[in-house]
Nanobody, 124 residues
């Protein structure tokens, strides 16, 4: 059974940091894309980052560029999203998702599997 499980969310003050984890299982953690998305109440889901494991390339939305960093641990089949200099507008439920067909992390990628999400709340 394919599973993606996010963890690491919580409440943090503006300017603080959090590291989200996306633990994957049920498929080969090889060449694929892992995207990070967020959705705030009343807003559309936004892709904030993606890691293309086939070549190590990364994508960041303009809203998080320079503050968020995506990385992975092959031994743990886990992808991380380090979030620094958090702002109240970063408040949302964050999801990770797996893109199993190349080209990975493209704008038209279809994400086959999703985690359940983890809440991030940034207070002002």
């Amino acid at each position: 059974e394919v599973q993606l499980v996010e963890s690491g969310g919580g409440l943090v003050q503006a300017g603080g940091s959090l590291r989200l984890s996306c633990a994957t299982s049920g498929f080969i953690f090889g060449e694929l894309g892992i995207g990070w998305f967020r959705q705030a109440p009343g807003k559309e889901r936004e892709r904030v980052s993606c890691l293309d494991r086939s070549d190590g390339s990364t994508y960041y939305a303009d809203s998080v560029k320079g503050r968020f960093t995506v990385s992975d641990d092959n031994a743990k089949s886990t992808v991380y999203l380090q979030m620094n200099s958090l702002k109240p507008e970063d408040t949302a439920v964050y999801f990770c998702a797996a893109d199993l067909l190349p080209p990975y992390c493209s704008g038209s990628s279809y994400y086959d599997y999703w985690g359940q999400g983890t809440q991030v709340t940034v207070s002002s």
